[in-house]
């Protein structure tokens, strides 16, 4: 079993140290709407993971595109009636969704041992699912793990790259919407609850 390092003993800090969320995830999002900080190009983690703020944006609720300042709009994920989506970059700058599709919650993810984008069908009582890089400082970058955290049946759980995102970790019970994950001005991985 993996035990992340921003989120020792997998589970939520026994004193809470909220704050404001840093970087791109303190932007307003959208269900069909999200930023975060990245490279400065796809595929691409030359200039770090804290580069530019990049965008990603549903477009009829089929399509989902990446752009940033420096990075032309490029898309990334067809589907079909997707209403929800949350993205982050893994560590060489390879995209990571989390998103609802004709209602059922998905995750797409770089999977190393087949060398290649998976889609990884969730539970069908998942929702909110949201997906975060915990620490992208270029020191950190072998610590670093992709958060993948959602509600299911009244409680908030969440998974980890290192454990291939095969094991869940309940977080907290009585939590019935998540609407980002973040770094806090702490250095703290950050669930919030409420926009």
């Known amino acids: 079993m993996g035990q992340s390092v921003m989120i020792p003993e997998n589970r939520l800090s026994t004193t809470p140290v909220p704050d404001e969320i840093i970087g791109a995830r303190s932007l307003p999002v ?23 703020v990049w965008r990603a944006t549903v477009s009829q609720l089929k399509y989902v595109y990446f752009d940033a300042d420096n990075a032309d709009m490029t898309l990334v994920y067809t589907g079909d009636y997707i209403t929800e989506i949350s993205f982050t970059f893994d560590q060489n700058m390879r995209p990571v969704l989390a998103f609802v599709e004709d209602g059922l919650p998905f995750f797409r993810w770089y999977d190393s041992t087949v060398e290649a984008q998976v889609v990884t069908a969730l539970d069908k009582n998942v929702i909110n699912p949201r997906v975060f890089l915990d620490d992208k400082r270029l020191l950190e970058r072998g610590k670093s793990d992709i958060i993948l955290g959602y509600i299911r049946s009244g409680s908030l759980y969440f998974r980890m790259q290192r454990d291939r ?18 770094m806090n001005k702490q250095l703290r991985v950050q669930f919030v609850i409420n926009p």
């Open 165 to 182: 995102f095969g094991v869940e970790y309940l977080l907290k019970e009585g939590v019935y919407n998540l609407y980002k994950i973040g």
């Open 30 to 52: 959208t269900p069909t709407q999200d930023f975060e900080d990245g490279g400065i190009a796809l595929s691409d983690p030359s200039e770090g993971l804290m580069y530019q």
